[in-house]
């Protein structure tokens, strides 16, 4: 019988959908097709054959091609959308939505034409909106319409944690819940190094420190690069979740997910932590929350659920 390469799509072939194929193809995940608007045609394929060049360097089999096409990325078994503006300094993910409403809109339309059968991962911002908006236009089971949010606040919490006790990055485990903004909420009570909480190793006026600098992570981002929004870090992302679905690792990890009941939220799209297969989302996981952890989140699903009313699908 014969075995076939897994075939992902990115949409968008800017700075995060770029260094996204590269990631993904270093990989091996699969064979990449790399699509963007038809004015941008020639630099996605200079872009994709300049990766693809890499590869008997780097030694890996993986084709990567660039098109403005959608008839190229037919049957493809994951769909990855980063298209859309990016925010710069003085702008919130949310001035982004109009826009972005309207291209993810787009974009999902031929996603369900010509991959109708794909796991659809979202990164394009406002995301929770966004993924919101995806499932609406595409219509796919909600397993199959998933957000990217909490792993890459994850990693800017994790990354910060191990900066302050100068450990491995390894060992440090945590998770940040819901909508991917300034309010969202890394999960303290839940965070460890090595198996032991946070809470007895760093002073609660550091951790609370740690834990602003996470929710304004991007932002901070976006100010150091100044016309643009990180990549490098949300690429990973993207990668770790493909990497979870194509090889069935039924990792935990957290994702942008649609709630029905869980945390007592309904018909709300948030970051909560998923069991991530290869059905795509095949669980969520519901913990018990202190109060002050549950006003927290409640706030940040108002911010969420604020966004989404906006938006015209
Ligand atoms: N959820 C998250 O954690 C993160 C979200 N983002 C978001 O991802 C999006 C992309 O960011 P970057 O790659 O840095 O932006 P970028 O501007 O470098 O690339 C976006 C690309 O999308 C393309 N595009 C626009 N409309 C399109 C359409 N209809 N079809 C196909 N392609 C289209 C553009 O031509 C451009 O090449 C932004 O909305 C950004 O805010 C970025 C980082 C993290
Ligand atoms: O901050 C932004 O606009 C991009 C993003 O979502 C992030 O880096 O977390």
């Known amino acids: 019988m014969a075995i076939r390469r897994k075939k992902i799509t990115v949409v968008g072939a800017g700075f995060t959908g770029a260094t996204t194929a590269l990631m993904l193809a270093q990989k091996e995940l699969g064979d990449v097709v790399l699509v963007d608007i038809p004015q941008l045609e020639n630099p996605t394929k200079g872009k994709a054959l300049d990766m693809l060049e890499a590869s008997p360097v780097q030694g890996f089999d993986a084709n990567i091609t660039g098109t403005a096409n959608y008839e190229d990325t037919a049957g493809s078994d994951i769909v990855i959308i980063t298209a859309g503006i990016a925010r710069k300094p003085g702008m919130s993910r949310d001035d982004l939505v109009n826009t972005n409403a309207g ?85 303290v009570r839940y965070s460890n190094v090595g198996g032991i909480p946070i809470e007895k190793l760093i002073p609660s006026e550091r951790i609370e420190a740690i834990v602003q600098r996470t929710r304004t992570g991007g932002g901070e981002i976006v100010n150091l690069l100044g016309n643009g929004s990180a990549y490098y870090a949300p690429a990973a992302s993207l990668v770790q979740m493909t990497e979870a679905i194509i090889k069935d690792k039924k990792r935990i990890i957290p994702a942008i997910a649609l709630l029905e009941g869980e945390y007592g939220y309904n018909n709300l799209f948030m970051g909560v932590p998923t069991l991530l297969g290869g059905n795509g989302i095949e669980k969520i996981f519901e913990l018990e929350l202190l109060p002050e952890e549950k006003a927290a989140l409640d706030k940040s699903a108002q911010s969420v659920r604020s966004v989404i009313e906006v938006v015209t699908v």
Not at 112 to 127: Q, T
Not at 136 to 146: D, E
């Open 103 to 187: 291209i993810v809109k787009s974009v999902c339309e031929n996603v369900k034409k010509y991959c109708p059968e794909s796991i659809v991962i979202i990164l394009s911002n406002p995301v929770d909106a966004m993924t919101y908006v995806a499932n609406k236009t595409l219509g796919f089971p909600k397993n199959r319409v998933i957000g990217q949010s909490g792993v890459l606040d994850t990693a800017r919490y994790c990354t910060f944690i191990a900066q302050e006790l100068n450990v491995s990055v390894e060992d440090v485990r945590g998770f940040v819940l819901g909508g991917h903004g300034d309010d969202m909420v890394p999960l």
